[in-house]
């Protein structure tokens, strides 16, 4: 009650704040909100909050404008890579093993895209573990200067710069594997089922395999809400419906904290 109490007064506050300050005091700090900067006191903490308000009442065509080609794309995403360059090994070890699955079961696999790629780092790991073994082992990533920076620092590995959508759109989708971690959280309802009706374009050789995390209650909320600056949580499973995209495995971890009850689902899915 009194954390409720709390979020609804800085909720309150912030609106009045976002409508009485100049316009140029709060667009330089919108921009810093927006480059993922920690606020740095209770007042920033207020504006925060009220920026990513806003950021959710936008059309989404124009959330998926400045998700993409004003962060992800930009320096600022550049610099999200650098201080994420690491593998993280224990968020992706249920996705490790999916996808250690599908390759005995699928042996003819020409391909393993990695989504939102990043700093390569993941399928660097995949590499050296010897996924890559016979396949080619592909990083999609909307930030060009992070792939050119990666093709360099990965010979064995091809990093394509541009979206996973235009990809599947252009290419066979025979033999490939695609997966993600902490990708589809970034794209919006519609999007992410867009997303699953062009995987649902392959065939009995191609799947999906995918690690997400959500603070929805899977068993009574469906709808996507607005999560922690530009980000979803999903009802994957809910949003597969209708698809053509059958979820095949799927394995809850709980990854909550104190009051928050966040799971990360780890899935396989293919064509139905
Ligand atoms: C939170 S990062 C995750 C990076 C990496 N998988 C990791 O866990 O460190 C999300 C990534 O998804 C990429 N991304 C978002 N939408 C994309 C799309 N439609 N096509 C390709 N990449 C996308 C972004 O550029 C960003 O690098």
């Not at 400045?66 to 996705?95: C, I, M, P, S, T």
């Not at 996973?164 to 290419?171: M, P, R």
């Not at 600056?229 to 809910?238: I, K, L, M, N």
């Amino acid at each position: 009650m009194r954390a409720e109490l709390k979020a609804k007064t800085k909720d309150l506050l912030g609106r009045a704040l976002g409508r009485v300050l100049p316009s140029d005091l709060t667009e330089g700090m919108r921009e810093e909100w927006f480059a993922a900067r920690t606020p740095r006191n209770v007042f920033e903490r207020v504006m925060w909050g009220e920026f990513q308000r806003q950021y959710y009442a936008l059309p989404e065509h124009e959330l998926r404008r400045l998700n993409r080609d004003r962060f992800w794309a930009n320096a600022d995403g550049k610099k999200w890579f650098e201080e994420h360059d690491d593998v993280r090994l224990e968020q992706r070890k249920a996705l490790v093993n999916q996808l250690r699955e599908v390759l005995d079961e699928l042996p003819g696999t020409k391909t393993v895209i990695e989504v939102g790629a990043g700093s390569g780092r993941f399928l660097e790991w995949l590499g050296n573990e010897g996924f890559g073994e016979g396949r080619s082992l592909v990083g999609i990533d909307l930030n060009a200067a992070q792939m050119a920076d990666n093709n360099e620092r990965f010979p064995g590995l091809t990093f394509i710069a541009g979206e996973i959508q235009e990809w599947l759109k252009s290419n066979p989708l025979d033999g490939v594997v695609v997966i993600a971690v902490g990708t589809l959280q970034y794209f919006t309802p519609s999007e992410l089922q867009d997303f699953f009706r062009l995987m649902a374009t392959g065939n009995n050789t191609t799947r999906l395999v995918f690690a997400e995390v959500t603070n929805l209650d899977l068993a009574r909320e469906t709808e996507s809400r607005p999560r922690k600056r530009t980000a979803f949580s999903h009802h994957y499973e809910h949003l597969m419906n209708g698809t053509g995209l059958t979820l095949t495995k799927k394995v809850l971890e709980d990854v909550g904290s104190g009051s928050q009850p966040y799971v990360r689902l780890t899935a396989t899915c293919k064509p139905s």
